[in-house]
């Protein structure tokens, strides 16, 4: 039985089509250095992909969430190592006021800076970051202080004791604030007490309770800063291992995604060739059905 030659011209540029399809294919993966191009690609491949593409973007965003609550812990840190610095410098001149044979105009002057340093720890407890307050727990555009006159008996504390908390890894937070109800505050209060005292010429008052609560605001300042050290050791140990994770992630997608160029390039020649071969017999059987119509 003679077969119909517009079914073998069908069949044959089905085949040709077959080969240039599988050949484009081909091209496309050197060309984009990509494997998969789109899902029918290898759907179970690009689901993987796409589950991998998500994980690397949470973990972006965790770096992210570090880098932003380090730098917050760092400007904190730096607003309270300026305070112990003013506390140290404070507790100098009340040593030096409870000296013997000190007149009354140095207790003056000391009580005169012991207020400048108070204004001076106002404005470090009212310190900001990225337009926001410090130390005013979760009312960040609120100042955490107030300080009313040039020698303000009281300082009011105008925040809360909320924490403000930062997720840094897969169930994990950290506190990326301190409150300025405790150490700052006790602080400020101290000076108001020892200034208060040395202008009324209670040195004794000054000396014995005052240095107490100097130094015990002290201590508190302290201990927060050693927190906030920790912290951040934490928040630099979870960059690095989060940073790592990311890597393997990459090479992870890279292994299903990308394409192996030798390979590939083995199978494009291969694919050429079959090509060749199909145009080749493919005129061959042109070129016979058009000699038989002939005769």
Not at 13 to 28: H, L, T
Not at 74 to 79: I, R, V, W
Not at 184 to 199: F, K
Request: no cysteine; charged share 20%; aromatic share 2%.
């Amino acid at each position: 039985m003679r077969i119909p030659d517009r079914v073998i011209t069908d069949s044959v540029k089905s085949n040709v089509n077959v080969n240039i399809a599988r050949m484009m294919k081909i091209e496309q993966q050197i060309s984009s250095g990509r494997r998969i191009n789109a899902p029918s690609d290898d759907p179970a491949a690009a689901a993987a992909a796409l589950r991998l593409r998500a994980d690397i973007s949470m973990s972006e965003q965790f770096t992210r969430n570090i880098d932003s609550a380090a730098a917050r812990l760092g400007a904190t840190d730096s607003a309270l190592g300026s305070l112990t610095d003013l506390l140290q410098r404070a507790r100098e001149l009340t040593v030096q006021a409870g000296s013997a044979g000190i007149s009354p105009a140095q207790l003056s002057a000391i009580g005169t800076e012991l207020n400048q340093l108070l204004h001076h720890a106002v404005q470090v407890g009212n310190s900001s970051f990225g337009g926001q307050y410090l130390f005013s727990g979760t009312k960040t555009t609120t100042p955490a202080f107030l300080a009313t006159g040039d020698v303000p008996a009281t300082v009011t504390y105008q925040g809360n004791t909320s924490a403000i908390l930062q997720d840094v890894g897969d169930n994990a937070q950290v506190q990326m604030n301190v409150t300025g109800d405790q150490g700052l505050l006790a602080a400020m209060n101290a000076l108001i007490q020892i200034r208060d005292a040395l202008n009324a010429g209670d040195r004794t008052t000054a000396i014995q309770s005052g240095l107490t609560a100097l130094d015990g605001a002290m201590d508190a300042v302290l201990q927060q800063r050693g927190s906030l050290g920790a912290r951040i050791n934490r928040l630099e140990s979870l960059g690095v291992r989060i940073e790592d994770e990311r890597i393997n992630l990459h090479g992870l997608k890279g292994s299903l995604e990308d394409v192996d160029m030798a390979d590939t390039i083995v199978r494009l020649n291969s694919a050429r060739n079959v090509y060749e071969a199909a145009l080749g017999a493919a005129a061959q059987v042109i070129q016979k059905s058009l000699v038989q119509f002939l005769r």
